[in-house]
């Protein structure tokens, strides 16, 4: 996420102290219907999307959200209207999905496990793919495979952007991180036993302005620094919170960031978590923590000084039966936690 594109990322971030009357009592219930005004959830006008990521293109005043089950990416109007944007035969169930405003690309992850309608050739556990695409029509300029890096089961997850436009993917059944040229050329990143675990691992992922990624674990939740020019040197930082069920990560600004966090098979968390660094992510503290409800939220992003969360209880779709999964309709909504005053 880029800093110097919006004056709301600084004001939220410090304005977030105090705000959490704010968020309890103006904060509409998920079910509210959209009518695009700053504080309503907003309702996704086309049911059974699930999506897993949101992003915000400001230049079109539009959230993108990837289609878990569709296998596509969405434009998201502020009152709900839902329009196809990507619709690459190859992706499966899309996940992180990452926007280069500045270089006019969107890129996508693609992952099976068994919940999408448009079902890979190798089967669930087995797809790790990386989209990218122009961020104004939708067409498809690169494809690429990271299957040959890492053998065994895959589950590409997360993914965020450097300064040069490069990717960084996370893979929650392999223990790494991949890096992709935005010319296609993939290499792993990043690897350490830290990374391996019961369940789904590395997931959401931030590049930090000074030149590490942080990247959260779900199964436990770690949260973690890594050099961008030392990789091998990462750390575990010291956070006051317990991260489980850790999903989408959300930079505000160099010493804040906001942990959106659903469950495991262990702990039911679903909370939205700010933590602040003044040590360079070396330790966090807890600032506010809000809970969101039996929701499964995946992951936030900022909306004009506004942190928007979206959910459509994702896991529904995951854990159901192949027969069932057709029957599920759950409509996303598009929450707003916290806003800076005016």
Not at 84 to 97: K, Q, Y
Not at 194 to 211: K, W
Not at 319 to 340: F, G, H, N, S, V
Request: with cysteine; proline share 6%; aromatic share 6%.
């Amino acid at each position: 996420m880029s800093f110097d594109h919006t004056r709301g990322v600084r004001g939220l971030a410090c304005a977030l102290i105090g705000l959490a009357s704010f968020a309890c009592s103006r904060v509409p219930a998920a079910s509210s219907t959209a009518d695009g005004s700053d504080n309503a959830s907003i309702t996704v006008q086309r049911p059974a999307l699930y999506p897993e990521t949101i992003v915000y293109d400001a230049a079109a005043a539009q959230f993108l959200l990837g289609s878990f089950r569709e296998g596509a990416i969405y434009r998201v109007d502020r009152a709900g209207r839902a329009t196809r944007l990507v619709a690459d035969p190859r992706l499966c169930s899309v996940l992180g999905i990452a926007l280069d405003a500045a270089r006019g690309r969107l890129w996508a992850v693609s992952s099976d496990l068994g919940a999408s309608i448009k079902p890979s050739t190798a089967g669930p556990k087995k797809l790790a793919g990386v989209g990218i695409y122009d961020s104004k029509t939708g067409q498809a300029s690169r494809y690429v495979d990271l299957t040959p890096l890492v053998e065994g089961p895959h589950l590409l997850n997360g993914i965020a952007l450097d300064a040069a436009g490069t990717a960084y993917v996370t893979d929650s059944f392999a223990p790494v991180i991949y890096r992709v040229e935005a010319a296609g050329s993939a290499s792993v990143f990043a690897r350490d036993p830290r990374f391996a675990g019961e369940g789904i691992n590395l997931n959401g992922v931030v590049v930090h302005p000074r030149g590490y990624l942080l990247v959260v674990k779900k199964s436990d939740g770690s949260l973690f620094k890594v050099p961008l020019n030392a990789p091998a040197q990462l750390s575990n930082v010291d956070t006051e919170a317990t991260l489980i069920g850790g999903d989408g990560l959300t930079l505000l600004d160099e010493k804040s960031l906001v942990v959106i966090a659903n469950r495991t098979p262990s702990a039911a968390n679903d909370s939205a978590y700010w933590l602040s660094s003044d040590d360079d992510w070396a330790t966090a503290k807890l600032r506010q923590k809000q809970p969101l409800g039996d929701v499964y939220p995946t992951t936030a992003v900022l909306r004009d000084g506004a942190l928007y969360v979206v959910h459509s209880k994702l896991n529904e779709l995951i854990k159901a039966a192949p027969d069932q999964q057709p029957t599920l309709r759950e409509a996303a909504i598009i929450r707003p936690l916290w806003r800076a005053p005016r």
